[in-house]
């Protein structure tokens, strides 16, 4: 079964840092570009940062840019999105999915993805971010 894997997450104070990691189970990573969107209450899901099969090639949306990174290591078949400078907008619940097709990657880098697009995704992780 193709899954992907979430961990990290969690509740920290405006300013501090979070981890996330998405991790691949059944099947290689090394053929995906994998998409971190977020959803935060109310609000539609919005893709925050993206990165190609080889690492050559990311993208981060105008928030985030400068304050998240996104990186991968297909030996260990995980994608991480570390999350700095914390700030209370950046709460919501934050997803990972990925998509083989040429025009979702292409997509994905264009930071136009549009998640009907993808069908595999993890659970999903909760960013709560307050003082």
């Known amino acids: 079964q193709l899954q992907l894997v979430q961990s990290g997450g969690g509740s920290v104070q405006p300013g501090g840092s979070l981890t996330l990691s998405c991790a691949t189970s059944?099947?290689?990573?090394?053929?995906?570009?994998i998409v971190w969107f977020r959803q935060a209450p109310g609000k539609e899901r919005e893709e925050v940062s993206c990165?190609?099969?080889?690492?050559?090639?990311?993208y981060y949306s105008d928030p985030v840019k400068g304050r998240f990174t996104i990186s991968r290591d297909n030996a260990k078949t995980t994608v991480y999105l570390r999350m700095d400078h914390l700030k209370p907008d950046d709460a919501g619940d934050y997803y990972c999915?990925?998509?083989?097709?040429?025009?979702?990657?292409?997509?994905?880098?264009?930071?136009?993805?549009?998640?009907?697009?993808?069908?595999?995704w993890g659970q999903g992780t909760q960013v709560t971010v307050s003082s």
């Open positions: 999915a990925a998509d083989g097709r040429p025009f979702v990657q292409y997509m994905c880098l264009a930071g136009t993805a549009n998640e009907a697009d993808y069908g595999l």
């Open positions: 059944g099947f290689s990573l090394d053929a995906y570009f």
């Open positions: 990165i190609s099969d080889d690492a050559s090639a990311t």
